[in-house]
């Protein structure tokens, strides 16, 4: 889900997973990059999913100071949390 959205919204795709324990999960960059330039312009991509609903700036919070201890990397952080609580929908119908 976190891939999808940073790729609609932001224009990245998933470049290369990270080391664990870098405070972020994955490198994003342009889509259409490759060769030398798959690595130009890319960004930390710390991803999170919670269950309760109403938490989900808390949570995002949480994250983004994660990623602070990969600062010294010098590129930009994205972090997108995904909020799976009940599901909802509504449909309406105009005749």
Known sequence: MATLLVEQHLGVTVVERSVKGTGFDYYVGKSDA????????????????IIQTGN????????????RRS?????????????????RAEVADHA
């Open 56 to 67: 989900i700036k808390g949570r995002v919070k949480k994250k983004l100071a994660q990623t």
């Open 34 to 49: 490759s060769g030398d330039d798959l690595f130009q312009n890319v960004k930390r991509l710390e991803v999170s999913s």
């Open 71 to 87: 600062d010294n990397t010098g590129l930009p952080a994205v972090v997108v949390v995904v909020e799976y609580g009940p599901p």
